[in-house]
């Protein structure tokens, strides 16, 4: 039961072409963000459909993966564990984030 404690799948389409990021350590870095569709029928009968934006990054060999193949418009599944960072903007304001750490993906459709 311990590797249900923060585990997340999603199924989305990428906003954008992901951010790829090669750091002085030799490691690699994506971000990018994904968007989810939920429809429903409201209360007077009308489909409604809600989006969702997930902020999302991969390390190391994944982040390799997603930047040969992974582009805007793509559907992607993606598995991995909800992480909340915090940072001080260029104000001094304190700022927090929350991502999906990816650890698999997986490329749908065409």
């Not at 994506?30 to 989810?36: G, Q, R």
């Not at 809600?50 to 991969?58: E, G, K, R, S």
């Amino acid at each position: 039961m311990n590797a249900l404690r923060n585990k997340v799948q999603l199924i989305g389409n990428l906003g954008n072409d992901p951010e790829i990021i090669n750091l002085e350590s030799g490691k690699t870095l994506a971000k990018f963000s994904i968007a989810t569709n939920e429809s429903y029928k409201n209360a007077q009968g009308e489909r409604v459909t809600d989006t969702q934006w997930h902020n999302i990054v991969a390390w190391g060999k994944t982040a390799q993966i997603v930047e040969k193949f992974v582009t805007k418009g793509k559907e992607v599944a993606i598995e991995g564990k909800l992480t909340t960072r915090t940072w001080e903007d260029k104000d001094g304001i304190k700022r927090y984030t929350t991502e999906v750490v990816c650890n698999e993906l997986l490329m749908l459709g065409k």
